[in-house]
């Protein structure tokens, strides 16, 4: 098992990065009871690690048995039937989904199946609860209509169904949604939490662990406590026992990333452009976001770049980021993006130079 | 269905006004509300206003004084946005519902029923346009036995021919008084403690959103326990200290780039909301006194540009950056024109 999952807290109090939510969760669940709740915060902070332990301190250990259900909806929208192939993890207690895998079909989700969930109250033995819980992952990626189907079904249902929310940034979902749940602010760890945890493995690993070497894997990290864990578990593949100044590998996309910017600075000419294009659809055939490509690329440039052409570069990668979203295809924007650096910095070397 | 244990009842929902009369704070709208209950005959109506200032409450309430609990099922249709709501459901489900006949009425004991029906749209604006166009004719023709309400938050969605056949009332935000009294009312039901720093700053996060105010006001009660201070508000509500919004101000005064960068990402990694960002940042360049007018303008120019963006669901670092940068460029009076285009 990997060291992420490992050693994934597995209740609330044994939490160690973000121990004062978790405390505040178990009061809020004391009562055998809790509002709606929006977990939000940046990839890597502990939101499904709370979710987990949250759930488990409410429903003990019958929550971790989940079974994966693969299930085709079929749904009547008028004139036509429509299938959605949904996946679904499901304890006896809690369904957690991922409403927006179905793409534009979103809204049907929300509003035939949450609702078909929502009114079927839970087969408790015990009869202690009177609700359900559903776990919807990435609501910010929901659509607009989807968002506006779950305000009312929220209210509606709330007797016997209560929602977790969960996703990386709150701007992205309506005021309407937010202001009904309980808002939960998951902060990124510190490099010193980071750390803590880092020496928390390796104890329980029997690994010896340098300071200075902690130190250097938390301020690669980024501040997201999983890719620390994974970083830290391919350095032990690499080289053990570690050393004070052993390197961290930078991940093989970001180093091509930067080979991009390289390539960029050195030279700007159509040719170029046609090189970088075809290295562009190697990291998009890989599957790397392409938002995440144009920050890293924007980061990699800006390292390279004089201090008043930061402003305008940083603008126009906003820019195409934004067309990204209203757009099909990402290439197209990547390039355009890639090309008026290329205008930009020749200006400038030109004006500069002459 | 097992009864309900008390708490798991949203405070919202515990505390919804139950008759017109405790509406509170719209004045105009329970005037012509009590007007019907006497008389049994209202016009269509449309309401309209921001979030949280009771339009479901209104119309639920009147709905339920009007026929009371045995012939609410049948006289009243309850639709919003969570049912589908398309133009074929108008077409079959909204028409037959208008079209049934009703008997004379009569008071049935407290209850004056009336000899309509009424058909309750809520979240009317996001309705399709087809949808609306085909409730037209609809409205007309069973105005005899059918009364719709409307219920929206932007009335410039509602299309214009359905807006001139109803009465429309504006639901204002309410006034920090009248939300105190009413948070005080709940604080003495539920047994909380709650000092006047408190309240106003529950009034200032809320701004005029009741029910923001009452989920805030539940969340930090059941977080922290009975006796609330506004720093547990604060961080129940999801509002960005200040001192983080004006260190990002200020990297962006002295016009270093390297430190506006650090600050972003330092917020993004902090979890905080752009868009409150925006709104806070928007605040503060308002009312700045050492900023120009010019600067203001260019600057809150960019401010809205970057909400757009972030509605169409553009990044969040990149936009937020964008907007350092132009503060930045704003401040020191660089061109707005880039020099290298």
Same mark, same amino acid.
């Given at each position: 098992?990997?060291?992420?999952?490992?050693?994934?807290?597995?209740?609330?109090?044994?939490?160690?990065?973000?121990?004062? =939510?978790?405390?505040?969760?178990?009061?809020?669940?004391?009562?055998?009871?809790?509002?709606?709740?929006?977990?939000?915060?940046?990839?890597?902070?502990?939101?499904?690690?709370?979710?987990m332990?949250?759930?488990?301190?409410m429903f003990g250990?019958?929550?971790?048995k989940?079974?994966?259900?693969n299930?085709?909806?079929?749904?009547?929208?008028?004139?036509?039937?429509?299938?959605?192939?949904?996946?679904t993890?499901?304890?006896?207690?809690?369904?957690?989904l991922?409403?927006?895998?179905?793409?534009?079909?979103d809204r049907y989700?929300?509003q035939?199946?949450?609702?078909?969930?929502?009114k079927?109250?839970?087969?408790?033995?015990?009869?202690?609860?009177?609700?359900?819980?559903?776990?919807?992952?990435?609501?910010?990626?929901?659509?607009?209509?989807?968002?506006?189907?779950?305000?009312?079904?929220?209210?509606?249902y709330?007797?016997?169904?209560?929602l =977790?929310?969960?996703?990386?940034?709150?701007?992205?979902?309506?005021?309407?949604?937010?202001?009904?749940?309980?808002?939960?602010?998951?902060?990124?760890p510190?490099?010193?939490?980071?750390?803590?945890?880092?020496?928390?493995?390796?104890?329980?690993?029997?690994?010896?662990l340098?300071?200075n070497? +902690? +130190?250097h894997?938390?301020?690669?990290?980024?501040?997201?406590?999983?890719r620390?864990?994974?970083?830290?578990e391919?350095?032990?593949?690499?080289?053990y026992?570690?050393?004070?100044?052993?390197?961290? +590998?930078p991940?093989d996309?970001?180093?091509?990333?930067?080979?991009? +910017?390289?390539?960029?600075?050195?030279?700007?000419?159509?040719?170029?452009?046609?090189?970088?294009?075809?290295k562009?659809?190697?990291?998009l055939?890989?599957?790397?976001?392409?938002? =995440? =490509?144009?920050?890293?690329?924007?980061?990699?440039?800006?390292?390279?770049?004089?201090?008043?052409?930061?402003?305008?570069?940083?603008?126009?990668?906003?820019?195409?980021?934004?067309?990204?979203?209203?757009?099909?295809?990402?290439?197209?924007?990547?390039?355009?993006?890639?090309?008026?650096?290329?205008s930009?910095y020749?200006?400038?070397l030109?004006a500069?130079?002459? | 269905?097992?009864?309900?244990?008390q708490?798991?009842?949203?405070?919202?929902?515990?505390?919804?006004?139950?008759?017109?009369?405790?509406?509170?704070?719209?004045?105009e709208?329970?005037r012509?509300l009590t007007?019907?209950?006497?008389?049994?005959?209202?016009?269509?109506?449309?309401?309209?206003?921001?979030?949280g200032?009771?339009?479901?409450?209104?119309?639920l309430?009147?709905?339920?004084?009007?026929?009371?609990?045995?012939l609410?099922?049948?006289?009243?249709?309850?639709?919003?946005?969570?049912?589908?709501?398309?133009?074929n459901?108008? *077409?079959?489900?909204?028409?037959?519902?208008?079209?049934v006949?009703?008997?004379?009425?009569?008071?049935?004991?407290?209850?004056?029923?009336?000899?309509?029906?009424?058909?309750?749209?809520?979240?009317?604006?996001?309705?399709?346009?087809?949808?609306?166009?085909?409730?037209?004719r609809?409205?007309?023709t069973?105005?005899?036995v059918?009364?719709f309400?409307?219920?929206?938050?932007?009335?410039?969605?509602?299309? $214009?021919?359905?807006?001139?056949?109803?009465?429309?009332?504006?639901?204002?935000?309410?006034?920090? $008084?009248?939300?105190?009294?009413?948070?005080?009312?709940?604080?003495k039901? $539920?047994?909380?403690?709650?000092?006047?720093e408190?309240?106003?700053?529950?009034?200032?996060?809320?701004?005029?959103?009741?029910?923001?105010a009452?989920?805030y006001?539940?969340?930090?009660?059941?977080?922290?326990?009975?006796?609330?201070?506004?720093k547990?508000?604060?961080s129940?509500?999801?509002?960005?200290?200040?001192?983080v919004?004006?260190?990002?101000?200020?990297?962006?005064?002295?016009?270093?780039?390297?430190?506006?960068n650090?600050?972003?990402s330092?917020?993004?990694?902090?979890?905080?909301p752009?868009?409150?960002?925006?709104?806070?940042?928007?605040?503060?360049?308002?009312?700045?006194?050492?900023?120009?007018?010019?600067?203001?303008?260019?600057?809150?120019?960019?401010?809205?540009?970057?909400?757009?963006?972030?509605?169409?669901?553009?990044d969040?670092?990149?936009?937020?950056m964008?907007?350092?940068?132009?503060?930045? *460029?704003?401040l020191?009076?660089?061109?707005?024109?880039?020099?290298? $285009?």
């Open positions: 098992m990997l060291w992420v999952d490992k050693y994934r807290p597995k209740t609330l109090d044994k939490v160690i990065v973000h121990e004062d =939510i978790a405390q505040n969760l178990k009061k809020l669940v004391s009562e055998q009871d809790f509002p709606h709740l929006l977990f939000y915060g940046p990839p890597g902070s502990g939101k499904k690690t709370l979710i332990g949250l759930l488990k301190q250990p019958g929550a971790d989940v079974k994966i259900e299930k085709v909806w079929k749904i009547d929208a008028g004139s036509r039937t429509i299938d959605i192939e949904l996946t993890l499901s304890s006896s207690y809690h369904v957690e991922n409403p927006s895998d179905a793409g534009f079909q989700i929300v035939e199946i949450i609702k078909e969930m929502a079927s109250r839970p087969i408790d033995t015990k009869g202690k609860k009177g609700f359900k819980v559903l776990v919807l992952n990435e609501v910010d990626k929901l659509s607009r209509e989807a968002q506006h189907s779950l305000r009312r079904t929220m209210e509606k709330s007797a016997s169904c209560r =977790i929310l969960c996703c990386n940034s709150s701007s992205k979902v309506t005021e309407a949604v937010r202001s009904r749940c309980l808002n939960v602010r998951v902060n990124a510190t490099e010193e939490q980071i750390i803590k945890v880092l020496e928390f493995v390796g104890k329980k690993e029997g690994l010896q340098p300071a070497f +902690a +130190a894997i938390a301020a690669h990290s980024n501040r997201s406590l999983r620390a864990l994974l970083s830290f391919t350095c032990r593949v690499q080289q026992p570690f050393s004070e100044n052993q390197t961290v +590998a991940m996309w970001e180093q091509y990333v930067s080979e991009i +910017a390289t390539d960029i600075v050195q030279e700007q000419s159509p040719k170029r452009l046609y090189l970088v294009r075809g562009l659809y190697e990291l055939v890989h599957c790397i976001p392409p938002e =995440i =490509i144009l920050k890293k690329l924007l980061s990699e440039l800006l390292k390279k770049l004089d201090a008043d052409l930061k402003h305008e570069v940083t603008h126009w990668a906003a820019y195409y980021e934004h067309r990204m979203r209203l757009g099909q295809k990402a290439i197209f924007h990547l390039e355009a993006f890639v090309a008026k650096f290329m930009i020749k200006g400038f030109i500069a130079f002459g | 269905m097992a009864p309900l244990v708490s798991s009842q949203p405070w919202v929902e515990k505390y919804r006004p139950r008759q017109v009369k405790d509406v509170a704070h719209q004045d709208v329970v012509v007007n019907t209950l006497e008389t049994s005959n209202c016009p269509h109506m449309l309401f309209y206003g921001p979030p200032t009771g339009k479901t409450t209104t119309a309430a009147i709905a339920h004084q009007l026929f009371g609990p045995e609410y099922k049948s006289r009243v249709l309850e639709l919003n946005a969570s049912d589908d709501r398309g133009i459901v108008v *077409r079959t489900k909204i028409k037959d519902f208008a079209a006949a009703v008997g004379s009425g009569g008071r049935q004991g407290i209850y004056p029923c009336p000899p309509f029906k009424i058909i309750i749209l809520d979240e009317a604006d996001s309705m399709t346009e087809d949808a609306q166009n085909a409730l037209r609809t409205m007309e069973h105005s005899k059918t009364r309400f409307f219920i929206c938050n932007y009335i410039s969605r509602i299309i $214009e021919p359905l807006a001139s056949r109803c009465a429309k009332f504006r639901f204002k935000p309410l006034s920090e $008084e009248i939300m105190s009294s009413r948070i005080i009312h709940i604080c039901e $539920e047994g909380l403690n709650l000092d006047p408190a309240l106003s700053t529950l009034g200032s996060i809320s701004q005029g959103d009741l029910r923001r009452i989920t006001l539940q969340g930090a009660a059941r977080l922290f326990g009975s006796s609330i201070s506004s547990d508000l604060l129940v509500s999801g509002v960005v200290p200040p001192d919004v004006k260190a990002l101000l200020l990297a962006c005064k002295i016009g270093d780039f390297e430190k506006a650090k600050e972003v330092n917020f993004i990694a902090e979890g905080y752009v868009s409150q960002m925006l709104s806070q940042l928007f605040d503060i360049i308002v009312e700045a006194e050492d900023i120009t007018d010019e600067q203001k303008a260019r600057i809150c120019k960019k401010l809205a540009e970057t909400d757009k963006c972030l509605v169409d669901g553009a969040e670092y990149l936009q937020l964008d907007v350092a940068c132009t503060t930045t *460029r704003a020191s009076n660089m061109s707005e024109e880039f020099c290298y $285009e």
